[in-house]
């Protein structure tokens, strides 16, 4: 106990030691970077790199617009073109998770290739699911999420792409499996090979409260000893980068008490070691493709870490089979399915090995909040990632200070007019930004068309006043605190802005007869938000029946959003709608919205038209005038 006090009074010591290796890790990155874009300028297919890249969607339609952005980038040489990229989507009807989607990838190899995958270097990027937390990528896709970097910018596929550049060298034949929506930064030395059966997994140096919300490995009482003596506490040429051993047992998301009772903890430190991401040899991924052909139809959810990791290890137990406490969706079938995947895979001997990356760190992005934090005021993730500020951008770029200098906005692939004023901690992507426009603090503005001269003959959808939009120069401003985000649907001629406050995500939700008390729209009250727009809970939710008033219900599902025949025209009205939201405004002329064609994200989803809103987000870098010349460049 007195062990545990002090360990937990030096919690953040883990993250003070790995921020005085923030320069290595940046050096790290940037050769990557470097050698990355060699291969992409070269296209040497001598150089090693993965024989095969797929990428997981959750439905047909988001695999579709997945191929639509991998040829983009093909085309345009922004990924080594000798390689082969497919796109699988999960199978229609029960949500299968990341595990079940890992099998059906193999399952689909197979049918696609016959037995030559079994002799790739195979990369699987797990890219499903519609980022309800993120929705300015819900359209795109997290994997295409932009990132400043690179010109033309890198997305998240091309950095995940660079950050494993070392890996194809440095495996035999075999499937690496990943997540799109995190990010590794690492030193690699020779201890770093993928060569041995079973799974091998990159295990990083973090801290005990981050290992209950992770996976976290536990080795041998020797191994742990062993593994007290790194290059994170001793930079002397004696210790390895990185470091191999067996795992006794993995742990998925543990409480505190739990890392302590299972071992977990290395000695004399506060520190664990986690999961990112992790190899898979041929043999294994036979085994599960044979397990998925006799469990298929799946009718639960299977996690790629929690259900594949957690059977693994000398001292793993089938106690966990039974837990469904971090499970999204618990069925009844998931206790027997775990139960029989645990037997096949510890049948069959498959070992779980840990590579201890002592000088590694891993970042999530997976909210507005996340991704506003790691690119506007995050030091140390732009500083190991190389990040700019501004990237690919025309016009008159301003770049605000904060009180202490230090810069805190981000602007990536937009047009700036004369005169325009940016907030702290806001982002601006793929955007178009007339003269004098406004945008506030804590913002995210993704893809839209801001000019000026707002008055009360334009088409905003109602005949409201709009006094409270424009600043004193007559050009749009936009409130701090707001995501708006716009999506091009049907033939490209249709658009429609949605929004957010940035502390809100589509995924909250609530019972029909409670939603209107229980959530916020634009940060207020929903049913006053509601009631400000003439609208009630019926004309938002119109297919949630009666009888079913008590189940749950999202913002996601929710009819909230005007569709215009232009982006200028979408905009507008979205920030009149908070700006009327915000300041309790009933909007004259408010019948109107009952005649105004509103959708939900699930239908502007089935109506995206993927093309146009790649063009949408390309338009900026093509302003209609000639802009003024950048005032900074990089």
Known sequence: QKQQQQQRSTEQSVEDLLATKTKLLREATIDKLKRFDALRSSQDPSIPFWDLVVLSACDNDQA????????????????????????????????????GATMHVLESMQKDFGDKWKNWRTIIIHAGGYSQRLPSVSVIGKVFASLPLGDPLYSSLELKLATYIDFPARMTKGVFVASSDDFEVLCVDDGLQFDRGGIIALGHPSSISIGTTHGVFVLSEGDRE?????????????????????????????????????????????MVYTDSCYYCDIDTCCI??????????????????????????????????????????????????????????????????????????????????????????DPLFRGEFGLSQYSCCTGDVPMEEDGKGEKTVCVMRSHFGNNVTLGQQTVIENSF??????IGSNCLVSCCTLKKNINKTDAIGVNGDVDGLCNNKGAISVPDGVMLHTIAIDEG??????????????????????????????????????????????????????????????????????????????????LEAIHCIRHHLSKPGGEN????????????????????????????TNPPHEPKQASKTE
């Open 226 to 270: 062993a593994a007290s003596e790194t290059k994170l506490f001793d930079s002397s040429d004696a210790h390895a980068v990185c470091q191999v051993y067996e795992c006794e047992k993995f742990l998925h998301k543990p409480t505190e008490a739990g890392m302590y009772a299972n071992g977990a903890v290395i000695p004399n430190t506060n």
């Open 64 to 99: 579709s617009s997945y191929r639509e952005k991998i040829e983009e980038k093909r085309a345009a040489a922004c990924i080594p073109t000798h390689a082969r990229y497919v796109v699988y989507s999960d199978p229609p009807g029960v949500k299968i998770g990341n595990g």
């Open 593 to 620: 919205l009952l005649l105004l064609e509103r959708a939900s994200m699930p239908e502007l989803l089935r109506r995206k038209n993927i093309t146009a809103c790649i063009q949408l987000a390309n338009q900026p």
């Open 493 to 574: 001629d249709r658009f429609c802005t949605i929004f957010l406050d940035i502390a809100e995500s589509f995924k909250d939700g609530a019972t029909l007869n409670t939603i209107g008390e229980q959530l916020t729209f634009c940060g207020i009250n929903l049913q006053t938000a509601l009631a400000t727009l003439h609208l009630t809970v019926k004309d938002v939710w119109p297919s949630v029946q009666e009888e079913k008033h008590k189940e749950k219900t999202t913002l996601w599902k929710g009819k909230l959003f005007g569709v215009f025949r232009s982006p200028e025209e979408s905009v507008r009205y979205a």
């Open 433 to 438: 930004l007339g003269d004098h426009v406004t």
């Open 288 to 377: 599960l493709l044979e397990f998925y052909d006799d469990a298929k139809p799946l009718q639960c959810e299977i996690d790629a870490y929690g259900d594949f990791l957690q059977a693994l290890g000398t001292k793993s137990t089938s106690t966990y089979c039974e837990n469904a406490a971090n499970v999204v969706s618990a069925d009844a079938s998931l206790e027997e399915t775990r139960i029989e995947l645990f037997k096949r895979l510890n049948e069959r001997g498959v070992k779980l090995h840990v590579i201890l990356c002592t000088l590694s760190k891993f970042y999530h992005i997976g909210t507005q909040g996340e991704y506003l934090f790691h690119l506007c005021e």
